[in-house]
């Protein structure tokens, strides 16, 4: 605040105008406090006009509430100012204002009040000054002029210091390319304004700001980037540091202010820094273009069905290095071949010509390919992936797996177990097994399929069956029946062709366990002669089946007698008879054995008896050579003895007895 006496008057300086900001340059107005004029004594301040002057660069408010000076001082009001009561203004006709100067019109000079002197008070009310530019920033002192004179020292005092100061920034404005490829960086330029729309010179220097207003690339995910006042890269998002000059920041190189945008995209770019930020038409509005084909992206739904077009959403997109679909892409300029891994199959149903290459104009519409209801694979089934590949530059993407399945099951063969050996009551080596397909001989996985034993008296687990992705059913197990001969097991699909598929198996008997007599046993015999059966036994497995193949050897074991092919071999119907028994020349008992080791019943023993032959020999038995009483009987009845011609006494033969000499009584 200024005091300082002009003549006689007081005057204190306006305040409130040291730091008006150029933000108010054609908006705010800042209020000011005086000046304010006091007298000594009554009458120094004279008749005519005070006019206070702004200095260059500021104008008054014209158009608000009007400027009032208040009269203050003692006494009737006849003997104020102008006659005007203590503490009211002079009258309005007394003031009058333009954009550069206020003045008022003293009329009539204050006067003592009888003998006691009327001091005045003029403070000058609603003030109101702003700036008329930005640059360059006004500084200087309120005037004073007019014919009102002050008694004595005439000088001339400040009556007020208006000092401009610089803007302060509240918001950016972000000038660039309104269209930018994506991957490629622009220049921008960014200016920091006050409210009132100027330059904010005064905001300068390295300032940290943070960017958004972009999206990230799809794939890889690439966020947006700008550089810094030291050419570093930063993400969108991130604080920057960018240097300012008088409210502007340029870049320089490709530092400060590079932006590379990544997402094709309609983006706005907004700068902020804490308050002052960027709205509206301030902010950058960029469309990024999608960038050259860099590669395919391949969206194609699993499971398919081999040798039936595609169902489901299966697109390919041409895409840029961002994953930015190529929305110009043109399949009949750079064709596009889809391949397969495995390549075990067909593909079929694309362009023109080659059904598995992309080659018409319409092909790709927006840069993506909907493949769905056109693309058929036909080959082996399971795991693959996709790869479509630009003719020109070898560009390419590969889809995600998908697995290639049958259609619907049209027929049933048999896959296995058939025509299989294997021994009585026990299970085949092979599971019996049946492979169902679908029109285009594929495997079909799913289906169910019923086993069942059909002859031989067998049995069978896991009847019920569902093929697997071979297309394969498999019994669980097939156990034959206890009786040699021939097993049959049939297979059904229900509504497939070749169904029942029939499978066969021979049962054979197994080791052998058992023997037994089979014939021969218990006969008689001429002694010395071969008895009419021949000896022979019996082998069987554990479930009574004739087994072939055993070797066994028939041993006499009393009697005497001999036998001829006493070693020999079982049958096929297990039975093994030796060549020849014959008895001893002794008539009596005769016996046979077979062993064989390991075999239950083993050994076996023939029991054969020997009788006496034919009478051939007849010889004194008894009684010969006696002596008696004439007359008299011998002692001894004379007997004889017949035999055979192994001397075995031979029963019922009739003998007539004689005399031949003397005298018989």
């Known amino acids: ?144 002029s007019g014919t009102s004179s002050f008694s004595t020292i005439p000088i001339t005092p400040n009556y007020g210091t208006l000092n401009e100061i610089a803007g302060t920034a509240t918001k950016f404005i972000i000038t660039g390319s309104g269209s930018q490829t994506a991957g490629t960086p622009q220049s921008l330029t960014i200016t920091a304004q006050t409210s009132g729309g100027s330059t904010a010179t005064a905001y300068a220097g390295i300032k940290s700001l943070t960017f958004s207003g972009a999206n990230s690339s799809p794939s890889p995910v690439t966020i947006p980037s700008i550089t810094n006042s030291t050419g570093s890269v930063v993400n969108f998002g991130t604080v920057t540091t960018i240097t300012f000059t008088n409210g502007v920041a340029n870049v320089s190189g490709s530092n400060n202010g590079s932006m590379t945008l990544y997402k094709a995209e309609n983006a706005t770019i907004v700068a902020n820094d804490g308050p002052i930020t960027t709205t509206g038409s301030d902010r950058l509005g960029v469309t990024v273009n999608e960038a050259a084909l860099a590669n395919f992206f391949l969206s194609f739904t699993s499971p398919q069905i081999n040798g039936t077009v595609f169902t489901g959403t299966n697109t390919i997109a041409a895409q840029d290095a961002f994953g930015n679909t190529v929305t110009t892409f043109d399949a009949s300029a750079n064709n596009v071949i889809i391949t397969t891994s495995p390549n075990d199959g067909a593909i079929t149903g694309l362009g023109s010509g080659n059904n598995a290459v992309l080659n018409q104009v319409g092909n790709f519409s927006g840069g993506i390919i909907n493949v769905t209801g056109l693309l058929k694979f036909l080959g082996i089934l399971g795991s693959h992936t996709f790869t479509a590949t630009s003719a020109i530059g070898t560009k390419a993407g590969i889809s995600g797996t998908v697995n290639i399945i049958g259609g619907a099951a049209t027929q049933i063969a048999l896959n296995a177990g058939d025509s299989q050996t294997a021994t009585a009551g026990s299970a085949v080596a092979t599971p019996p097994g049946v492979i169902v397909k679908d029109a285009n001989n594929s495997p079909v996985s799913g289906v169910t399929v019923s086993f069942a034993v059909a002859s031989g008296g067998g049995i069978a687990t896991g009847l019920s069956a569902t093929t697997n992705a071979s297309g394969i059913a498999t019994i669980g197990s097939w156990t034959l029946g206890t ?43 001429t002694a010395g002669s071969i008895v009419a059966i021949l000896p022979s036994v019996i082998v069987k497995d554990a479930n009574s089946n004739p087994v072939s193949g055993v070797s066994l050897t028939f041993v006499v074991a009393s009697g005497g007698g001999s036998v001829a092919g006493a070693t020999t071999i079982t049958n096929a119907s297990g039975i093994a008879t030796v060549g020849s028994w014959t008895l001893a020349n002794t008539a009596g008992s005769n016996t046979l054995t077979v062993t064989k080791a390991g075999l239950t019943g083993s050994p076996i023993t023939f029991t054969a008896t020997g009788t006496a032959g034919a009478a051939s020999q007849i010889t004194i038995n008894a009684g010969d050579g006696q002596t008696a009483t004439a007359g008299a009987a011998v002692i001894i009845d004379p007997s004889v003895k017949v035999t055979d011609a192994f001397g075995n006494a031979v029963s019922g033969v009739s003998v007539t007895f004689a005399v031949t000499g003397g005298e018989d009584r």
């Not at 333009?98 to 006691?116: C, D, E, L, R, V």
């Not at 070749?498 to 058992?514: D, E, R, Y």
């Open 1 to 144: 605040m200024h005091v300082f006496t002009d003549g006689s008057v007081t005057i204190t300086a306006a305040t409130g105008g040291l730091s008006i900001s150029g933000d108010n340059v054609g908006g705010l107005w800042t209020s000011l406090t005086g000046p304010i004029l006091k007298e000594a004594v009554s009458g120094d301040i004279g008749s005519g006009s005070i006019i206070l002057t702004l200095p260059s660069g500021f104008i008054f408010d014209i158009g608000g509430i009007a400027p009032t000076v208040l009269v203050s001082g003692g006494g009737t009001s006849p003997n104020n100012i102008n006659n005007i009561a203590n503490g009211f203004s002079l009258l309005s006709t007394d003031v009058s204002i333009t954009s550069t100067t206020i003045t008022i019109n003293i009329s009539s000079i204050s006067k003592k009040n009888g003998p006691t002197q009327n001091p005045n008070t003029l403070t000058f009310q609603n003030l109101r000054v702003r700036p008329t530019a930005i640059t360059p920033l006004a500084s200087g002192n309120i005037t004073k």
């Open 483 to 525: 009786t040699v001969g021939t097993n049959t097991l049939t297979a059904t699909g229900a509504g497939l062709t070749g169904s029942p598929i029939t499978f066969t198996a021979t049962s054979v008997a197994g080791a052998a366990t058992q023997i037994a007599v089979s014939a021969g046993n218990n006969q008689t015999a």
